[in-house]
């Protein structure tokens, strides 16, 4: 009995271990690429006051990209609702998004200036045990 219970604390412990890896990239996907109300004049408002920047820098992202819906819509991609796509996975439908590209290459946060485009794309992102980390890019979709 008591082997049994060590082997469910220890089962316990490595869930828990690799859902506290998981959960910042993913709250940290969301905090970067998630935003139901986002428009493509709002690129440099929204991207300054989310500090997104290239990783641990304060230099300005070259191109981020919203995707203008909800956890609950994104999220089921890494499961039934995404195909394998390379080592990510690509949505089986069609997002609205907004990609913001920077126009002046030297600038540092919080002087980040974007353009923004809205499209509307299937798009491909990386999953960790169900939950999106990375958003790696739109994908031009013909239907047959």
Not at 33 to 42: D, L, P, V, Y
Not at 121 to 144: E, L, S, T, Y
Request: glycine fraction near 4%.
């Amino acid at each position: 009995m008591r082997i049994l219970f060590a082997c469910l604390l220890l089962l316990s412990a490595t869930v828990l271990c690799q859902d506290a890896n998981v959960l910042p990239r993913y709250r940290k996907f969301i905090e970067q690429h998630i935003n139901g109300q986002m428009s493509a004049n709002r690129c440099d408002e929204v991207i300054r006051n989310r500090r997104i920047t290239k990783t641990d820098s304060n230099e300005c992202k070259e191109t981020n990209t919203f995707i203008l819906a909800t956890t609950n819509l994104v999220k089921p991609i890494c499961g039934q609702a995404g195909e394998p796509f390379g080592d990510m996975t690509k949505s089986l439908q069609p997002f609205s998004i907004i990609v913001c590209k920077l126009k002046n290459q030297q600038g540092r946060h919080p002087n980040c200036q974007y353009r923004g485009q809205a499209r509307t794309r299937r798009i491909a992102i990386k999953c960790d045990q169900g939950f999106p980390v990375h958003f790696d890019r739109d994908i031009i979709h013909f239907d047959n």
